[in-house]
């Protein structure tokens, strides 16, 4: 009952899920895994949310990350005040860090082990 033809969903998103309210929190276009325990910030009222679990799930036509999460009930139990980490850190997150590449396939290929690494030879 295999089928020799792989399954290559057209779509791939993250599902962010409040089990506990049966509520879709969030729905974001490509994938991202998040490990039990890691937090996400949520806003409105502002809580960190605990990751719970996280699963994959492949669909003929859709593949997805179910990411479970922990929200408190209320603003007492928030782990997270009224204000965002960005702040907290002093870091401006709405325009893009001019630092950060746009080209990360050329410096990963910088990376490369042997890519402008002096010779093992030239070493001694």
Known sequence: MTNPE?????VTETVFLEPD???LLAVLPG?????PGD????????????VLSSRLQLRRDVSRVLVILDVPDS?????RG???????LGVELDEPDPSVSREPDRDLAALA???GA???GARR
């Not at 937090?39 to 605990?50: H, Q």
């Not at 603003?75 to 782990?79: E, G, K, T, V, Y």
């Open 6 to 10: 792989p399954m290559r969903p057209d």
């Open 21 to 23: 309210q049966q509520q």
């Open 31 to 35: 994938t991202l895994w998040l490990s």
């Open 39 to 50: 937090v996400v910030e949520l806003d409105d009222p502002p809580r960190d949310a605990r």
């Open 75 to 79: 603003r007492d139990d928030a782990l």
């Open 82 to 88: 009224a204000v965002p980490t960005e702040e907290v």
């Open 113 to 115: 082990p042997d890519a």
């Open 118 to 120: 002096p010779d093992e």
